[in-house]
């Protein structure tokens, strides 16, 4: 197994996070902002998390995602000393970094204008997004800039790249592209997003895609009280993703499921099927944020963090504990990361995943029903791992509303 199949993340969004202002104004001093990360990485660690992923940290306009200049720490942020020194602190810890490379558009004052897409006179813009223009992807020069930006923040000590708006990005740029990043940087992690279908990763020559039909799939299943869509969506899971029940651009998990109870039958299917698992910063403490489709409606989910983690509230503690615990478990069966899960019991409010690779089996039992449930041995000779409740001596016999994980290893 690589490092990345032993990696779950911890994802945070740099200009939130540390509460930089919304406009970067020309011409403003550097503020080092990024320091505030490093107070946090043992928490990482406690966690049980292993991986920083990074929004982005690039010279931009506003979000981030207008970047002016790739090759530049915004200044919101700090500079190049106060990335290689978040860099190092991590190094320290063994965390892995995985940098967001937004490749696809950038800022309209972006330079140089000749490298951006046309239409007509106008450069073209990123889903009707004025202030987002769209780099021309059949230039020469433009694959040429990128593979350099890659490869120097991955010279700096970066680990892997998440690229942000890959579907809008034709597979055979990447496909130019990325031989001359891999072969400086063989283990580099290399991370596309995509919105819809998973077959893109192989057209492009990826490693690994966003898993959003997952995503979507877990919450709206537990809202529905219909395991079958889980179930579908799990039909078309494969171990080359990004897994996550939140991120910097969707409604925080737990403002979007109806029933807080199914948290932990949200992050039980995160933790127990294969893929590459992200935590948002927040999500494990019970943060809530609705996001809307309005100038400033991401602001609910990217919010700023405290100084240090002694000044969380208290009302997070049980679900970081349920982070924890079944973190722990995947840290115990680390091959999760590339096993095959089938559904070997299935009704609207009753799920059996069983999750197998090399002898070795690990079964989530999920009942979202406000009555107990039993439900048949599909496994013989399993303990239980982990659980949202004192099980019965039956592991099979779930109370109303629970969660188990029960497993048979070779241990």
Known sequence: MSWVEHAIFWHV????????????????????????????????????????????????????YDTVDHLAVDPRLGDDADFDRLIGACRERGIRVLLDGV?????????????LRRQGAEPATFEGHRALVVLDHDSEAVREHVTTVMNHWLDRGADGWRLDAAYAVPPEFWRAVLPAVRERHPEAWIVGEVIHGLEYRERAGLDAVTQYELWKAIW???????????????????????????????????SRLTNPAHLGHALAVLFTVAGVPSVYYGD??????????????????????????????????EVLRTHQRLIGLRRRFPWLARAETTVAHLTNRAIALRAEHDGQVVVALLNIDDAPYRFPAVEPGVRVAESSHRPDHDPYVLGAQAWTVVARTHE
């Open 13 to 64: 969004y740099p200009l939130g996070f540390t509460g930089a202002p919304h406009t970067a104004e020309p011409d403003e001093p550097v503020v080092h902002r990024l320091k505030h990360l490093e107070g946090w990485l043992d928490y990482l660690i406690e966690l049980g998390c292993n991986g920083l992923q990074l929004g982005p940290v690039f010279a931009s306009r506003t979000h981030g």
């Open 103 to 115: 490749f696809n558009h950038v800022a309209r004052d972006f330079r140089p204008a000749a490298w």
């Open 220 to 254: 709206s299943s537990l809202n529905d009280g219909n395991l079958f869509e889980l179930a579908w969506a799990l039909g078309r899971h494969s171990p080359d993703t990004l897994t996550f029940v939140g991120n910097h651009d969707v409604t925080r998990i737990a």
């Open 284 to 317: 494990e403490q019970a943060f809530r944020g609705v996001k809307e489709d309005r100038a400033g409606g991401d602001d609910a989910v990217r919010p700023a963090f405290p100084g240090s983690p002694a000044e969380l509230a208290p009302f997070g503690a």
